[in-house]
């Protein structure tokens, strides 16, 4: 069954306050994961475990980024269904489970081209984020070709998706000044879990809001 956004409007005038409404339809599965993730990331944040190219660092790093991806995988998967109506933790777990090879793989992808960019300045970094936001949300969608999914759903949808851009990145400048106030004063495991907490809703936001607009282009 599929429906067109003439015929059935996802958001209106604001998708970042539509985007919040719904992300709470994903509660049961978005608060569970949100915590779990940021208890794992802190505790990861184990004392002695420098940036080197270590066995214990090497093991750590990718042991942090597959929770990562999996617990982006399981918000998205709900995401995709809060922007349309009630949301199934079975058919979120059914999803990411049907996806998770090529989600990491274009996860990886996403994040080597990241780091590339940000390796040359700030700005290439974020532009390439700014990019791709609906990338890895056509990789749980289950679509071919993501990447061209991604950029038809940026020209279909151009002027919302700058717009929305801004805002985010207003949104995650004060969330940067803030997390430096929590690492100031709340240090080590504890802070870190903090700011994951917080960042792990943040990013629930974001993701719902960007499943709005990426479901608007791409119907079921």
């Known amino acids: 069954m599929s429906t067109t956004a003439e015929q059935r409007p996802l958001y209106r005038v604001s998708v970042l306050a539509t985007g919040f ?40 790093a990718l042991l942090s980024f597959v929770i990562l991806v999996a617990s982006f995988g399981l918000v998205a998967a709900a995401m995709l269904q809060a922007v349309e109506g009630p949301v199934s933790v079975g058919a979120a777990i059914d999803t990411l489970r049907n996806r998770t090879w090529p989600l990491l793989a274009w996860s990886l992808g996403l994040v080597l081209v990241a780091i590339f960019g940000f390796s040359l300045f700030v700005v290439p970094g974020f532009v390439i984020l700014a990019l791709t936001p609906y990338l890895l949300l056509a990789v749980i969608d289950g679509k071919g070709n993501p990447l061209a999914v ?38 080590g495991s ?27 282009v791409n119907p079921r």
Request: hydrophobic share 65%; aromatic share 18%; with cysteine.
């Open 21 to 60: 409404a719904r992300m709470w339809r994903a509660w049961r599965l978005l608060l569970p994961v949100v915590i779990v993730n940021a208890l794992v990331q802190g505790i990861l944040l184990l004392p002695g475990v420098l940036p080197y190219l270590t066995i214990v660092f090497v093991f750590t």
């Open 150 to 187: 991604n950029f038809r759903t940026i020209g279909a949808r151009w002027g919302g998706w700058l717009i929305t851009v801004v805002l985010m990145g207003v949104i995650c400048f004060v969330m940067w000044f803030l997390s430096a106030l929590d690492g100031f004063f709340v240090t």
């Open 190 to 216: 504890p802070g870190a879990m903090i700011a994951w907490l917080v960042l792990g809703l943040v990013s629930a936001w974001f993701t719902c809001a960007w499943s709005l607009v990426y479901r608007s």
